[in-house]
């Protein structure tokens, strides 16, 4: 592929690269080739090795642990660390942004890279050229500010900056505009198409085909470790894609994905229908500023066997909403009154939410959803502690039934396809789709009769996302009632029976399926609260 800005000789090369770790295989035999001025994007089920091909590439891998070859700008490299591979201008974004809060800006920039005059700082200097690449990126803000008082979309911004004062030649970005709105997600993109017509070259890994459609000039695809295919997206930088969402999928998957949602299997118990979640006047304040109101006199319902979404634009006070329900975990309770099955339940804490029939899915799996650092079956028991105690003895409680735990998640690990060698593995090392189902299947263990999911396929692939939805489309069947928060409209629109907007705090919409269309759910998102 050449074009403007789309040079012949490659500017990387990975031959034959191998990755093993303790018990698995993480790459065979992998193959990339980016060229100057090019977008490539990197695509593959969660698991397939995206991230782990990055992190050989960038240093974090150090040369020796891995079988293969690095060739940059024509030369083999052999990286022992990430600042050998950043002095050869190859810089890695990480999902997980690798800012300090409460440093500015610049000493973000610069941070392990100062600007120093015989051993001293020199924040002139520092505060000059921080101002230049804030300017290059597009980013009005004084390079003074701390870091904590940027939205996640600056701090993205921040981070590409701090690239770029490493002389970047090859920009590796993972999953860049997972945690972004539509507006900054925009931004984002505009500039990765600025960097290329620099002549930066970027390596993007992102489930969003949408966004991979609109920037990259080539895409490898990845799976179960390997590389099957890189297709051209487009013939000049210019031009339109050629290539559909579907052709990746197909590639992702290793077949055609004839629908990206189950045929829904729809509850026929003897309280079909009945409401199983009731919120009426529901008004939460922010927990700082006490005269902003974040929650504002909502009132909906969700019925046995029913999946209902919340749709919104960020800020909308969704999140807001459903941490307050379940126990009052965000922001100061003002008034309003929740009901589970016809019946009012106090949800003052968590551990009462739960006890009331209610469960709830983080949208941040990794702060709030997860214990990385412990096992499997610890994490899939964690909500249902009290049922997995042995007998007691004189009158005490029973100590965790270790055998009793590791026999239920082993059930969990097999009938949500958690792709995990056993139960015993660490939860961090487990790729964020099968983090997702660990997450499902501690709730789903917990019986509730309300399941809260807050994005929950938030940076998955499209294989992993049918499989969630799969699970979900189960438990409505099953006369569980959901409530399903989602920013993506097409998820909503394919998975709900209702679907309530949010603007500013309220409810300004409810719309039956057979109704709701992206434009009637942006409408009822955009109106004024007045």
């Not at 990755?19 to 994007?41: M, Q, W």
């Not at 499997?376 to 909500?383: E, T, W």
Request: aromatic share 4%; net charge neutral; proline share 4%.
């Amino acid at each position: 592929m050449t074009g403007p800005g789309l040079e012949t000789r490659p500017v990387l090369e990975m031959r034959g690269i191998t990755k093993t770790f303790p018990g698995v295989r993480a790459l065979s035999d992998v193959c990339l080739t980016v060229r100057p001025g090019e977008i490539h994007a990197v695509c593959g089920e969660n698991g397939a090795g995206k991230s782990t091909l990055m992190k050989v590439l960038s240093g974090v891998h150090e040369h020796g642990s891995y079988d293969g070859e690095i060739r940059f700008e024509g030369e083999p490299v052999a990286f022992k660390d990430i600042r050998a591979g950043e002095r050869h201008g190859i810089v890695i974004i990480h999902q997980e942004l690798a800012l300090v809060p409460y440093l500015s800006i610049a000493e973000n920039i610069f941070l392990g890279n100062e600007r120093a005059t015989r051993g001293l700082i020199d924040w002139n200097g520092t505060l000059r050229e921080a101002s230049r690449l804030l300017q290059r990126v597009g980013l009005d803000e004084r390079p003074q500010t701390p870091v904590a008082d940027l939205g996640v979309g600056k701090q993205q911004l921040v981070e590409i900056a701090k690239a770029l004062s490493k002389k970047v030649r090859l920009l590796i970005l993972d999953e860049p505009t997972a945690a972004l709105n539509d507006e900054d997600s925009a931004k984002l993109l505009g500039l990765i198409l600025d960097l290329r017509a620099q002549g930066v070259a970027c390596v993007v890994i992102s489930h969003k085909l949408n966004e991979i459609r609109r920037v990259a000039d080539a895409v490898t695809i990845l799976r179960d470790g390997r590389s099957v295919e890189t297709l051209t997206v487009r013939e000049t930088p210019d031009a339109e894609p050629r290539l559909s969402e579907d052709r990746i999928i197909r590639g992702m998957v290793g077949r055609d994905l004839d629908q990206r949602f189950p045929e829904r299997t729809r509850y026929d118990g003897a309280d079909a229908g009945a409401d199983a979640l009731s919120v009426s006047g529901w008004t939460v304040r922010h927990p700082v500023d006490q005269q902003r109101t974040v929650v504002d006199d909502v009132s909906l319902t969700v019925r046995r066997g029913e999946i209902v979404g919340i749709a919104g634009l960020m800020g909308a006070g969704r999140t807001e909403l459903a941490m307050s329900v379940f126990g009052r975990s965000y922001g100061r309770y003002v008034a309003g009154t929740v009901a589970v099955g016809g019946r009012e339940v106090a949800t003052r804490t968590v551990p009462a939410a739960i006890d009331a029939g209610i469960a709830y899915v983080t949208e941040d799996r990794k702060t709030y959803g997860l214990n990385l650092i412990d096992t499997i079956h610890r994490n899939i028991s964690l909500a249902s502690l009290p049922g997995m105690r042995g007998r007691g003895v004189a009158g005490l409680p029973g100590l965790v039934d270790g055998h009793h735990e590791r026999s239920v998640a082993e059930r969990y690990r097999t009938s949500m396809n958690i792709k995990a060698p056993t139960v015993l593995e660490q939860v961090g090392r487990l790729s964020g789709g099968n983090q997702q189902k660990v997450v499902l299947s501690k709730w789903i263990h917990a019986d509730p009769e309300v399941l809260i999911l807050d994005e929950p396929t938030r940076g998955i692939d499209v294989g992993a996302k049918y499989e969630i939805y799969t699970v979900i489309d189960r438990l409505a069947a099953q006369g569980k009632a959901v409530l399903f928060i989602s920013s993506e409209l097409p998820e909503l629109l394919g998975m709900c029976d209702r679907i309530y907007t949010m603007a500013e705090g309220r409810l300004t919409g409810e719309v039956d399926r057979a109704d709701a269309t992206q434009e009637v759910l942006m409408r009822h998102m955009t109106r004024d609260r007045s």
